[in-house]
């Protein structure tokens, strides 16, 4: 159907009198801007995600996501805060790395992570060294053990 502008026809922006001819912006969209200039109304990161991650630490069972655009699998073993970000701790042990090395320690900021997924893979617990630099955090909010 080729449908014509006729003048005054804003297809949902206000013409001169107001009228939006039925269109209505959505509201809230824009959410509570923080200190970085993010939405702080609606978490990126959404809490079944969060419990998701929680349940895997749980049943000691591996998470598949993406982050930074690169597949991973990994253990996940601390959710926690650092600098203000809410992050969590894996053991990746497969897929895609920037740095090349595998299996090793990733801290991971949990808004950059997407498509997390449980997969039926289990793991043991690993002793994290009190002199590795991923083992201080400022708040820890979930552990294996918990």
């Given at each position: 159907m080729?449908?014509?502008?006729?003048?005054?026809?804003?297809?949902?922006?206000?013409?001169?009198?107001?009228?939006t001819f039925?269109?209505?912006?959505?509201?809230?969209?824009?959410?509570?801007k923080s200190k970085k200039n993010k939405p702080i109304s609606q978490?990126?990161?959404?809490a079944s995600t969060i419990e998701l991650i929680k349940q895997a630490m749980?049943?000691?069972?591996?998470?598949?996501?993406?982050?930074?655009?690169?597949?991973?699998?990994?253990e996940p073993h601390i959710i926690g805060l650092k600098n203000e970000l809410l992050q969590v701790l894996v053991y990746q042990i497969r897929g895609e790395s920037n740095s090349m090395k595998l299996p090793d320690w990733r801290r991971m900021?949990?808004?950059?992570?997407?498509c997390v997924q449980i997969i039926d893979e289990t793991f043991f617990n690993k002793v994290l060294s009190s002199s590795d630099s991923h083992s201080s955090w400022d708040e820890i909010l979930f552990t294996l053990d918990e």
């Open positions: 080729n449908r014509k502008k006729s003048s005054g026809d804003t297809f949902g922006v206000p013409n001169r009198s107001g009228d039925g269109f209505s912006k959505p509201r809230g969209i824009n959410g509570i978490p990126s990161m959404s749980n049943q000691k069972r591996l998470i598949e996501f993406y982050y930074q655009e690169l597949h991973r699998i990994a900021n949990l808004d950059d992570m997407s």
